[in-house]
T-cell receptor, first 116, second 113 residues
Framework: NAGVMQNPRHLVRRRGQEARLRCSPM?????VYWYRQLPEEGLKFMVY????????ESGMPKERFSAEFPKEGPSILRIQQVVRGDSAAYFC??????????????FGPGTRLLVL | GNSVTQMEGPVTLSEEAFLTINCTYT??????LFWYVQYPGEGLQLLLK?????DKGSNKGFEATYRKETTSFHLEKGSVQVSDSAVYFC????????????FGKGTHLIIQP
């Protein structure tokens, strides 16, 4: 059973370009979470999605950032008009369909975004 | 809001030493608690978890006990190895169901042979 897949693993963008990060959850998982890890910091929750629905986006910056998890295909985190401060590692996690307290989230290897 | 505080690193130990990494939390309700480990250039792997007070999570020689009275979830290992060198993150979920985790800043552990 393949784990959580993320691509690309490394992404370099110039200021003002768009960054598009992809996440394929583990087989059978319908909950996806995105986190951002700034250098020397812990992970910060950004958004929680189920298929075709955004459940909690309380950690998402109000502008330039968006996320989706379509019925078919991977979850996408999109950052428009990137700035240097967006440089970070972005991690995706997934959890099984059944909800419950203490549900384990399984993390992907991350996408390291560098904005020049 | 929820928060997790863990000891600052780096923590440097000799092989076979005893390890403690402190973690305390603030949360409403009855959170679940987790320890994740991150090796260089990789994503996070779940190390252990506990979902209610007095539960002990354990894995690969690591242990942590959920202490509600002290709001703590300290990570311990009796004899560390060089291969344990990594960054360790304490985290909580606030028990409402599947939701975003709140992480501590991480503790970089370095084990010297």
């Amino acid at each position: 059973n393949a784990g959580v897949m993320q691509n690309p693993r490394h992404l370099v963008r110039r200021r003002g370009q768009e960054a598009r990060l992809r996440c394929s959850p583990m087989k059978g998982h319908s909950h996806v979470y995105w986190y951002r890890q700034l250098p020397e910091e812990g992970l910060k929750f950004m958004v929680y999605l189920q298929k075709e629905n955004i459940i909690d986006e309380s950690g998402m910056p109000k502008e330039r950032f968006s996320a989706e998890f379509p019925k078919e295909g991977p979850s996408i985190l999109r950052i428009q008009q990137v700035v240097r401060g967006d440089s970070a590692a972005y991690f995706c996690a997934s959890s099984p369909t059944v909800q419950g307290a203490g549900e384990t989230q399984y993390f992907g290897p991350g996408t390291r975004l560098l904005v020049l | 809001g929820n928060s997790v505080t863990q000891m600052e690193g780096p923590v440097t130990l000799s092989e076979e030493a005893f390890l403690t990494i402190n973690c305390t939390y603030t949360a409403t309700g009855y959170p679940s608690l987790f320890w994740y480990v991150q090796y260089p250039g990789e994503g996070l792997q779940l190390l252990l978890k506990a979902t209610k007070a007095d539960d002990k999570g354990s894995n690969k020689g690591f242990e942590a006990t959920y202490r509600k009275e002290t709001t703590s979830f300290h990570l311990e290992k009796g004899s560390v190895q060089v291969s344990d060198s990594a960054v360790y993150f304490c985290a909580l979920s606030d028990g409402r169901g599947a939701d975003g985790l709140t992480f501590g800043k991480g503790t970089h552990l370095i084990i010297q042979p």
